[in-house]
């Protein structure tokens, strides 16, 4: 305890700007993780697991907000709206930067409405199917899509979510167009892939892998460079034939824009000790995702790695042509 408090004050001392009476006893309230999916899913999972850690080391609860809808656009917008005042707190990931240009209209610029904190986690997404599903290998997995197209059903998390994003790279890159499924967050979705209500989904490690292991669907590939050590006998999608083939997903917290710096140094520390806890990283390595490495804790890394996505993610929707149609 002693520990984290002078954390918390050191990182208010290193805080170049020196921020009105509120941030000098900050927190002294509980404060609202929003969690722009539905409960029991993946970015919930790594929600609760940090804020957990951020609330013992702040001092103060962090509750967990489910605010699920329109691929995390909802959640989003409610987090944009915001005071500014480091009480209300988002955890986002690719979604946040696709929808900037998935979505016509958004109730928020995704540019300027926030103030990154840090980044979270980072790993990659696993392609599975319900248990019978059939296929005996990646490549043959790979096949039935392309012979099937829209027989086969694809689970998602709404346009925009990491499950949706891999979709439509996939279909993209097997050249045959799948039936999706939306739900409002892949926890659903893979209770529904579990009871063969749907085919298949691609989902972020942590939540797929678990299922995997335990026979409840059947894993095909992941959608990493290299295969995970957790799954280890599937293969890469590029291995399975599709060239070129990777997806990497992140998350990280945001608070609304204009929350006072000394504010957002002391969440980022808070953050920090959170993905250094010893207990965090093994849960995270076992769902086959890592911590980033200490040079890009910070929240200006955060913010480039921000702009960068939007702007990957600007060039993908302007080359496939997809939209949310909103
Ligand atoms: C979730 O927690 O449901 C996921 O973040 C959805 C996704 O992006 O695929």
């Known amino acids: 305890m002693r520990i984290t408090r002078r954390l918390l004050t050191v990182a208010l001392a290193l805080s170049a700007v020196s921020g009105p009476a509120l941030a000098q006893s900050f927190p002294s309230r509980p404060i609202t993780l929003i969690v722009p999916f539905t409960a029991g899913g993946p970015t919930d999972a790594i929600a609760r697991l940090v804020g957990q850690s951020m609330s013992t080391t702040l001092g103060q609860p962090v509750v967990i907000e489910n605010v699920a809808g329109a691929g995390g656009t909802v959640g989003a917008a409610r987090t944009a709206k915001a005071e500014p005042d480091g009480y209300t707190l988002l955890i986002a990931h690719v979604s946040l930067a696709a929808s900037a240009s998935l979505y016509k209209s958004l109730p928020y610029d995704t540019a300027t409405a926030f103030e990154p904190v840090g980044l979270v986690n980072t790993g990659p997404m696993v392609l599975a199917a319900k248990k019978d599903f059939g296929p005996p ?190």
């Open 137 to 326: 290998d990646a490549k043959a997995f790979l096949a039935r899509l392309k012979q099937d197209g829209p027989k086969v059903t694809i689970a998602h998390a709404g346009v925009g979510s990491n499950a949706h994003l891999c979709g439509l790279l996939l279909q993209q890159a097997i050249g045959a167009k799948l039936t999706e499924v939306a739900y409002r967050g892949t926890g659903p979705a893979m209770n529904d892939l579990v009871g063969g209500q749907v085919d298949i989904l691609c989902d972020q490690s942590t939540n797929g892998v678990p299922q995997i292991e335990a026979k409840t669907v059947r894993g095909y590939a992941v959608t990493s460079a290299k295969r995970l050590d957790v799954v280890k006998e599937l293969p890469t999608l590029q291995e399975a034939g599709l060239p070129g083939f990777e997806f990497t997903l992140w998350h990280g917290l945001y608070a609304p824009k204009g929350t006072p710096a000394p504010i957002v140094a002391a969440l980022n520390a808070a953050l920090r000790t959170a993905v250094a806890d010893p207990t965090i990283r093994s849960r995270f390595a076992a769902g086959g995702t890592e911590v980033y490495p200490e040079a890009e804790l910070t929240p200006a890394a955060h913010q480039t790695r921000l702009e960068r996505e939007i702007a990957t993610w600007k060039d993908v929707v302007a080359k496939t042509g997809v939209s949310a149609g909103n």
